[in-house]
């Protein structure tokens, strides 16, 4: 069964920086594309960043390209978010996302959740 639990949201002021991880557990990853995704409640989840495990290819949106930074860590089963200059219009709850095969920036083809984590960027 395979586990997601995402970590590291909270408060910070614009032009800070955070770190999410997700901590990934239940099956091997070697074959899985893992990707972030942020959703403000009224509208629809959004692409964020995304990483296959395989090769650490990645793939970012246009919105957070050069301001963020997806990683990944085969010992420990962790992917991160690592989140520079953050603006008051990347506020949202961040969730991590896995699935087989190849990157997608669509959130239905994920099969796999992790609860979320809130990040909060005030002015």
């Known amino acids: 069964q395979v586990q997601l639990a995402e970590s590291g949201g909270g408060v910070v002021q614009a032009g800070g920086s955070l770190r999410l991880s997700c901590a990934a557990s239940?099956?091997?990853?070697?074959?899985?594309?893992m990707g972030w995704f942020r959703q403000v409640a009224g509208k629809e989840r959004e692409f964020v960043a995304a990483?296959?495990?395989?090769?650490?290819?990645?793939y970012y949106a246009d919105s957070v390209k050069g301001r963020f930074t997806i990683s990944r860590d085969n010992a420990k089963n962790t992917v991160y978010l690592q989140m520079n200059s953050l603006k008051p219009e990347d506020t949202a709850v961040y969730y991590c996302?896995?699935?087989?095969?190849?990157?997608?920036?669509?959130?239905?083809?994920?099969?796999?959740w992790g609860q979320g984590t809130q990040v909060t960027v005030s002015s």
């Open positions: 239940g099956r091997t990853f070697s074959n899985y594309a």
């Open positions: 996302a896995a699935r087989m095969g190849f990157i997608s920036t669509t959130p239905g083809v994920y099969g796999y």
């Open positions: 990483i296959r495990w395989s090769d650490s290819s990645t």
